[in-house]
């Protein structure tokens, strides 16, 4: 074989390679299989996903309820999201305030690891197990005798349009549709809530008020409120307020339940607390933009 010839070949076999590696690589964020798309959805009947809102990186263990196997140490960075494919319910185990707490977690569940009230490590359900958006807070609805005290205190009328950021089942805005005649636009990356918050406005006959979008309410546009209401953790606020600050205009009401904006101290304008039907006291805190 000649010199000539056995370059040619070299650089044939090159060639063959560099094509072959393109075809089987593809980066994560051009891989369009389902089960890529799949990571997107909310957490799978057969999985729990744990995501870490702390801003420290979280060691606990896993294993599997009632059984002798060692569970297995795992680290979770800061905003990471794992998936574990599983049908059984498993044993989390952590430190807290120097002593191991576990608890046991449920197939087809979200988890969030966050800070308690006192600031030490903890772990709640959460509201989704999508690694593309922000786990603002787990579902829980305002209790009727707060939502109207809410509304009170920000002086809705007719001429509010009001933006609930995770919306829930809509009680918010369509109490604000039906006393009032608010507009309103409710926002929740939960299908299901979203589902709810429209057969509740239809029930109250206030569709034509208010508008229910499945978004992440991080990036919806809430430029057009008069009036904000939050039910989300102290951490989601925060995470919020830059973008409060940006897009609402000044005058803007923003009306919170239970939990501060953190750095607003200097905005808040009214508050209140409300006994709700079980005796359960809530506050609700009132601030201009
Ligand atoms: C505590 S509930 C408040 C429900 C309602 N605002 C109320 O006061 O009755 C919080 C809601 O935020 C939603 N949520 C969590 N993260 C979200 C996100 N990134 N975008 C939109 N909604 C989100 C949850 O699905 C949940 O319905």
């Known amino acids: 074989m000649n010199r000539k010839f056995k370059l040619i070949l070299i650089a044939a076999f090159v060639l063959i390679g560099v094509v072959a590696f393109l ?31 702390t801003k420290d990186p979280v060691t606990y263990t896993l294993a599997p309820v009632g059984s002798n196997i060692k569970p297995i140490e795992k680290h979770l960075a800061v905003g990471a999201v ?14 807290k305030n120097g002593r191991e707490v576990s608890y046991s977690l449920y197939p087809g569940k979200p988890y969030s690891f966050r800070y308690d009230s006192s600031d ?36 809705a009328d007719k001429d509010s349009v009001i933006y609930d950021i995770g919306c829930g089942d809509g009680r918010i805005l369509v109490t604000a549709a039906k006393k009032y005649g608010s507009r309103g636009v409710g926002i929740d990356i939960d299908p ?30 809430i430029s057009l409120a ?29 009306v919170t339940h239970n939990y501060i904006v953190p750095g607003w101290e200097d905005k808040e304008i009214d508050s209140a607390t409300v006994m709700d039907k079980e005796g359960k006291s809530h506050s609700i805190f009132l601030y201009k933009r």
């Open 192 to 221: 299901v809530r979203i589902k709810e918050s429209k057969a509740n406005a239809r029930e109250s006959g206030v569709e034509k008020l208010v508008k229910f979008r499945e978004e992440d309410a991080t990036k919806t546009d």
């Open 23 to 53: 075809l089987v690589i593809r980066t994560p964020g051009e891989d369009a299989s389902p089960q890529a798309e799949q990571k997107f959805l909310r957490v799978g009947p057969k999985e729990i996903t744990i995501r870490n809102v």
């Open 120 to 155: 030490q490590l903890d772990i709640w359900i959460g509201a989704h197990g999508r690694e593309d958006a922000e786990d603002l807070a787990p579902f829980v609805p305002t209790p009727p005798e707060v939502v109207n005290k809410m509304l009170e205190l920000a002086k």
């Open 226 to 254: 008069t009036i904000v209401t939050l039910y989300l953790l102290s951490e989601s606020n925060e995470l919020l307020r830059p973008k409060l600050e940006r897009e609402l205009k000044p005058g803007t009401l923003i």
């Open 82 to 95: 794992e998936r574990v494919p599983t049908t059984q319910t498993l044993v989390v185990a952590y430190q």
